[in-house]
């Protein structure tokens, strides 16, 4: 499997401290994924053997590292004899939830860090217990794996509001720490690609990182091994218009662009030119958001909105990249088609009376998503705009981390860049100035805890701000 490459950078600590006798608190300042490097001073330790015990941790409670902290946050402790002057790798042990080669809920194993690096976890705090006499910062570095060539002079970004600057450096980390395994994968629980989450992390880093290498690896690796949900396999789409708007490389998307073909689900084509859903899809494959409970109340059925709002514009940009490869034919079945879809998702799903689109065709539910998704894409005629954006103005945060790129985009597409500021900084739990506020220096898979119980604190797909504030907002410019 191939790789963009991944470096260990050694990082001094931020602090030492004292928290109980013979235990000392290291904190890195922000979590990152690694290991640690432990050098004995000759002086103090030469021809000693003692046992150290050192405890990694995402979190922290009542000053020490909890050691057993919430759904899928991290903890892991190893023992081990220091002996003499020598330095000292200290990696935790792999754990089940991501051993080595242990196959994940797909089915395939999971991406590997290389075995000489010792086992990585994501870690802010390490606890170390037994070390004999002071501990100088300069005798415990973070081993942190980061993409090679990652410049942090690349991006920077600054305004009046000092929240605003907090959630763009936030997600702006984010994107670098999660590089760690040389794929975009989501996160520790299952290090493992998903194309939702590849290309929210891709063009994330195109206002970070400019080298286009580990964006295009996810991207081969998922056409080998993808992955099931409907809306996934359409984002495989936006994943290779969006290396070729960055890059301008059309030998690149000509040697991927017939691969693409099977992304628009042809098998589920009715003969009105929307794509339906079976049993299986309404059950399981049809994802709108996740997890379930943040799709405000959407009532999935065998022809839904959100997934023909994706097909249509993974159409419209397929149409784009055939004309660019000087494919016109293709070009034209492919606007062609997307007239046909684009007329009856107007006539199926839009609700004339309350003037907003409908979850689905003969669904009475009107979602959010069922509303943010089209206009986020320009599927919405003009008449109807402000009727839709006056109703998803009511709606708060109705969404999920990864639902938000796209609710935010249709607000920025439209001119309510004020409205999508406000949510971003909005108090309550389902923001980004929540997670800064609670301490969180990666963001989280989900708004909360109380969201997704089993959640990660270190998923890439919860980093919108940092590709939507650059490419939106014409007087703010990382």
């Not at 990694?56 to 004899?81: H, N, Q, T, Y």
């Not at 991501?98 to 390490?126: C, D, H, I, S």
């Not at 097909?311 to 397929?318: D, R, S, W």
């Not at 119980?453 to 703010?476: K, M, R, T, Y």
Request: hydrophobic share 40%; charged share 20%.
């Amino acid at each position: 499997m191939q790789a963009a490459p991944v470096d260990l950078i050694e990082q001094a600590p931020i602090t030492t401290t004292s928290v109980a006798p013979g235990v000392v608190l290291v904190d890195f300042g922000k979590v990152a994924f690694g290991n640690l490097k432990l050098s004995p001073l000759a002086v103090s330790n030469l021809n000693t053997t003692n046992e150290l015990v050192v405890r990694f941790g995402e979190a922290l409670r009542d000053g020490r590292i909890d050691r057993k902290p919430p759904g899928s946050v991290c903890f892991s402790e190893v023992r081990f004899p220091l002996q003499g002057a020598s330095p000292t790798v200290a990696a935790p042990q792999a754990i089940k939830t991501f051993a080595e080669g242990l196959p994940n809920t797909l089915g395939r194993g999971l991406v590997k860090t290389p075995q000489e690096w010792g086992m990585v976890t994501p870690f802010r705090w390490v606890e170390i217990e037994g070390w004999r006499g002071p501990l100088d910062p300069g005798q415990v570095l973070r081993r942190a794996a980061f993409a090679r060539g990652w410049n942090d002079q690349n991006a920077s970004f600054e305004s009046s509001d000092l929240m605003l600057n907090k959630i763009w450096e936030l997600c702006r980390y984010s994107l670098k720490a999660t590089t760690f395994a040389g794929l975009f994968v989501d996160g520790d629980r299952e290090r493992t690609p998903y194309e939702a989450d590849a290309y929210i992390d891709q063009i994330g880093c195109y206002y970070s990182d400019p080298d286009p290498g580990m964006a295009r690896d996810t991207f081969d690796f998922l056409l080998s091994h993808p992955t099931w949900p409907t809306e996934w396999a359409l984002h495989m789409i936006f994943i290779l218009h969006a290396d070729w708007m960055q890059t301008g490389d059309k030998e690149w998307l000509a040697s991927r662009f017939d691969k693409l073909e099977s992304k628009l689900l042809e098998s589920r084509l009715r003969p009105d030119g929307l794509l339906g859903s079976s049993a299986a899809d309404i059950g399981r494959n049809d994802i709108i958001d996740w997890p379930p409970a943040e799709r405000d109340g959407y009532q999935n059925s065998a022809c839904n909105t959100v997934v023909n709002a994706f097909y249509l514009h993974a159409l419209e940009l397929m149409g784009e990249m055939a004309k660019a490869l000087g494919r016109d034919q293709e070009a034209l079945d492919y606007s062609r088609r997307a007239t046909v879809a684009w007329g009856a998702f107007q006539e199926k799903f839009f609700d004339v009376k309350r003037g907003i689109y409908r979850d689905g065709e003969g669904v009475a539910h009107a979602s959010a998503h069922a509303n943010f998704i089209p206009l986020a894409f320009g599927l919405i005629p003009p008449e109807r705009l402000s009727g839709v954006l006056d109703y998803l103005k009511t709606k708060g945060m109705p969404c999920s981390v990864y639902g938000a790129q796209y609710l935010l985009e249709g607000f920025y597409r439209y001119g309510q860049g004020k409205a999508a500021l406000e949510l971003m900084k909005a108090p309550g739990e389902r923001s980004w100035r929540h997670m800064i506020e609670s301490g969180a220096t990666i963001t989280w898979e989900a708004w909360d805890q109380k969201f997704k119980p089993n959640q990660d604190w270190n998923h890439a797909w919860g980093a919108a701000p940092a590709n939507l504030l650059p490419h939106n907002d014409p007087h703010l410019h990382p």
